[in-house]
């Protein structure tokens, strides 16, 4: 069973980090590709970062490209997504996702999602 949990979001400066983290109460997230992905009101959610399967390639959406890090924790059901040098463009809220496929770049090739986290960046 995958159930997925999104904690770490919060109120943070421009320029400041933030650490998001998704755990699975069930069986570990070893056999997905997972991915974040974000919204802001009255947008579509969208495609922030993704890691394959095999837990090495990984993949970015060009505005965070350099400022964020997606890597599975040490935990075999962690994800986590490090947010680096945030800017109030970030302000959204970040969905932890996860499929079966080796890695899914498009909400639809997600089978499982988060509840979301809130992340606020302020000037």
């Known amino acids: 069973q995958v159930r997925l949990v999104e904690s770490g979001g919060g109120l943070v400066q421009t320029g400041g980090s933030l650490r998001l983290s998704c755990a699975n109460s069930?069986?570990?997230?070893?056999?997905?590709?997972m991915g974040w992905f974000r919204q802001t009101p009255g947008s579509k959610r969208e495609f922030v970062a993704a890691?394959?399967?095999?837990?090495?390639?990984?993949y970015y959406q060009d505005s965070v490209k350099g400022r964020f890090t997606i890597s599975r924790g040490n935990a075999k059901n962690t994800v986590t997504l490090q947010m680096n040098s945030l800017k109030s463009d970030d302000t959204a809220v970040y969905y932890c996702?996860?499929?079966?496929?080796?890695?899914?770049?498009?909400?639809?090739?997600?089978?499982?999602w988060g509840q979301g986290t809130q992340v606020t960046v302020s000037s």
């Open positions: 890691v394959h399967v095999n837990g090495v390639d990984t």
């Open positions: 069930g069986q570990n997230l070893h056999h997905y590709a």
């Open positions: 996702a996860a499929t079966v496929l080796d890695h899914g770049l498009g909400e639809q090739e997600y089978d499982y």
